[in-house]
T-cell receptor, first 114, second 116 residues
Framework: AQSVTQPDIHITVSEGASLELRCNYS??????LFWYVQSPGQGLQLLLK??????LVQGIKGFEAEFKRSQSSFNLRKPSVHWSDAAEYFC????????????FGSGTQLTVLP | GAGVSQSPSNKVTEKGKDVELRCDPI?????LYWYRQSLGQGLEFLIY????????KSGLPSDRFSAERTGGSVSTLTIQRTQQEDSAVYLC??????????????FGPGTRLTVT
């Protein structure tokens, strides 16, 4: 079965600083990988996804993520954080089988200091 | 429709009562998913529908939980004899199952269930 680890429960950065959120996955085959963001009281919004091809994927709101098979990682990055980026971020892996359910990491809460 | 909608947005119920949570997926989406988001538990998969059938019920935590989908659209998640540990946010998502690799799941805002 697949699993996802987000080692950082909470990260605090200053506005304008760069950001990297870590995600490690465990899956036997080529994974489908996703990053979602959840603002307070909101549902999850997809930031970006990786299925195949170029290992550096671009998403919305200036986010990008890099798939590194050798490290089983899919870290999320942003060069300059905005106060509106404060939210909870979830990494997820999708199963290639018929269920197509997503397995989520436990999330990383991002606080942005002015 | 615009996106996935869920109702009610908040539900407070007494322990032992039954509750029904509703999900309206994006029009035309054939796949529908229920997840539960609990404090300290993260997001857990509950059940998945393809059309009106549920090929994967593996995440339902007990036989008090059931779900149905009618007309390939609206889905209802029912929790019988609610317990305090059922308190959580229940999220619904839908996706276009027309083909791989596109199966991005679009999430609704969730129903916050509180069992007192």
């Amino acid at each position: 079965a697949q699993s996802v680890t987000q080692p950082d429960i909470h990260i605090t950065v200053s506005e304008g600083a760069s950001l990297e959120l870590r995600c490690n996955y465990s899956y036997g085959a080529t994974p489908y990988l996703f990053w979602y963001v959840q603002s307070p009281g909101q549902g999850l919004q997809l930031l970006l996804k990786y299925f195949s091809g170029d290992t550096l994927v671009q998403g919305i709101k200036g986010f990008e993520a890099e798939f590194k098979r050798s490290q089983s990682s899919f870290n999320l990055r942003k060069p300059s954080v905005h106060w509106s980026d404060a939210a909870e971020y979830f990494c997820a892996v999708g199963a290639a089988g018929s269920a197509r359910q997503l397995t989520f990491g436990s999330g990383t809460q991002l606080t942005v200091l002015p | 429709g615009a996106g996935v909608s869920q109702s009610p947005s908040n539900k407070v119920t007494e322990k032992g009562k039954d509750v029904e949570l509703r999900c309206d997926p994006i029009s035309g989406h054939t796949a529908l998913y229920w997840y539960r988001q609990s404090l300290g538990q993260g997001l857990e998969f509950l059940i998945y529908f393809q059309g009106n059938s549920a090929p994967d019920k593996s995440g339902l935590p007990s036989d008090r939980f059931s779900a149905e989908r009618t007309g390939g659209s609206v889905s209802t998640l029912t929790i019988q004899r609610t317990q305090q540990e059922d308190s959580a946010v229940y999220l619904c998502a839908s996706s276009d199952f027309s083909g791989l690799p596109h199966y991005e799941q679009y999430f609704g805002p969730g129903t916050r269930l509180t069992v007192t």
